[in-house]
């Protein structure tokens, strides 16, 4: 068991770990000696309140730089709420946050400038092509050479050949990748990504891991936020459960497995899934 989780009772036979208290950018900020040293997101004892409904109720939580972090909920546990205080969209009723070294209620500013943030819709302009559209985001934050910036972006996000087409004609898998390519025109060295597959084909959200995945290899760090099970299982680093507006699990999977009694050896024959089965009569997911 790692430090700061400790066993509780199981529950209807489950045994669970809770965890002891502990917009988009222009330019991206690197991180100074003593911000490289800490996480690229510190969030402790945060707090939010809609009137009566208490959303979040002491959310701690930290996010490595470099990593994939899955914060997993069902609908309404409070995700979004807190991707919006960390994007300085909202603020808090307690509690602090930090992103890349800035305090989001002191210090907005450098934290606006530090990170992109991809809501649960993709934000693309339909009447211009996917190279426009980047590069029309290029020169709104005064990048230098807007169309290096976006061809490169294209080629990264395997959109070359359909950079020169109409948005309105690409696939939802692909408008995704193209809304994620966006958000990282500057280098933010933090991206939220709001329930990035929602509403998307099994084919589209596998477009779309391999475009976090992308992100990941290149050092940013990425908070995704789910109601997937297999996404978290299949991108993170590390996975939160968000319930009842706290976090209770916080771990990697390995760890979150260990919570669990030993599974006993046994044979099995496995059947195939309906995610095998549907690719294996479409085929793999085409990069165009």
Known sequence: MTAGLRRIPAIQGLTMTLRQPSMLAVMGIPPTADQAQAPAIHVQGLEKSYKQLRVLRGVDLDVARGSIVALLGSNGAGKTTLVKILSTLLRADAGT??????????????????????????????ILSGRENLVLVARLRHVKDPGAIADDLLRRFSLTEAGPRRVATYSGGMRRRLDIAMSLIGDPPVVFLDEPTTGLDPEARIEVWHAVRELAEGGTTVLLTTQY????????????????????????????RQLLPPAEAEYVQRQPSLEDVFLAVVGQPSKQ
């Open 97 to 126: 946050a930090r992103v890349n070294g800035f305090d989001v209620a002191t210090q907005a500013a450098g934290v606006r400038e530090s990170i992109s943030l991809t809501g649960q819709f993709a934000a693309v302009d339909e």
């Open 229 to 256: 099970l297999d996404e978290a299982e299949q991108l993170a680093d590390r996975i939160a459960i968000l319930h009842q507006g706290r976090i209770i699990v916080n771990g990697t999977l390995t760890e979150l």
